[in-house]
């Protein structure tokens, strides 16, 4: 015990730091280094440059004629239109406007808008799918949903006079009309124009689509002639038309049309 004392009493004076020697430690060191820092400052002054206050040039704009706008996205919506093509809610507004300055052909804008909805792993197709379903009212989610699955199932010809019958529910719903086929089309036209107004690139969108419905897919029929590479309300649902002519072209074209009468609707 008493070695144990012993011990811890020499390490302490081992390790005594007299307070006097501590001090005039500091002084001096603090003296030496003064002068060191006095240096390092001045040379620090000496990198220090006068920035000159740098004017930048004021950016200007192009000024945008709304009118010839207008004007060419008009023609381009009548031009994809008229095979059956029209701008929905999830297509890329540029690429639609690209595509209406490509070959004038049914082939062509076919294969690019068809593209368009598979690339990506199908991107746009399911883009389009969720706005569907996700705006539909709620008796008629699941009537989206089973139609989506059979479409990827497979089962092309069961999808598309159910597409169809849903555009009429899409036209009708919220105007509480009673009227069928064309006189459906001109109430729903009368409505879309009380609210986004005769002019401006919001009615040129929709007044393609009313265009397209009214001299396209519910375009009159004869029956008794050959059938048109658009489809016709009439011919499909009223079991007038081929269904081993329809593709997934097709239903796209429909999926586009309830996606943007959803979209103006709302």
């Known amino acids: 015990m008493d070695s144990e004392k012993t011990r811890k009493d020499e390490l302490k004076k081992t390790f005594k730091i007299d307070q006097g020697a501590l001090g005039e430690f500091q002084r001096v060191y603090l003296s030496s280094i003064a002068p060191m820092q006095d240096a390092i400052r001045k ?58 300055r490509t070959d004038d052909t049914q082939e062509v804008r076919d294969q690019l808008f068809v593209k368009m909805f ?17 705006s539909s009212s709620e008796e008629w989610r699941d009537f989206y949903i089973e139609c989506f ?6 089962m092309l010809k069961a999808v598309i006079p159910s597409l169809i019958s849903a555009i009429e529910h899409e036209l ?26 005769p002019t401006g690139f919001v009615y040129v969108m929709g007044a393609s689509v009313i265009s397209l419905l009214e001299n396209g897919l519910f375009r009159g029929d004869d029956f008794s002639k050959p059938r048109q590479p658009l489809l ?18 097709d239903v796209y074209k429909l999926i586009t049309i309830i996606s943007a009468i959803q979209m103006f609707r709302d």
Request: glycine share 8%; charged share 30%.
């Open 43 to 100: 040379l620090a002054e000496s990198f220090r440059v006068n920035i000159p206050k740098i004017e930048f040039p004021k950016i200007q704009f192009p000024k945008i004629d709304l009118g010839e706008f207008t004007k060419n996205l008009e023609e381009e919506c009548k031009s994809n239109a008229k095979y059956g093509w029209c701008l929905s809610s999830e297509m890329p507004f540029g690429a639609y406007r690209e595509i209406a």
């Open 118 to 134: 598979e690339e990506d792993g199908f991107r746009l197709y399911n883009d389009e799918k969720r706005f569907i379903i996700s």
């Open 149 to 154: 699955q059979a479409f990827e199932g497979g």
């Open 172 to 197: 009708a719903s919220g105007i509480e009309s009673g009227e069928i086929g064309k006189k459906l089309i001109r109430n729903a036209q009368q409505s879309f124009e009380s609210k986004w107004g």
């Open 232 to 249: 016709n309300r009439n011919r499909v649902l009223h079991g007038r038309d081929n269904p081993s002519e329809w593709r997934n072209t």
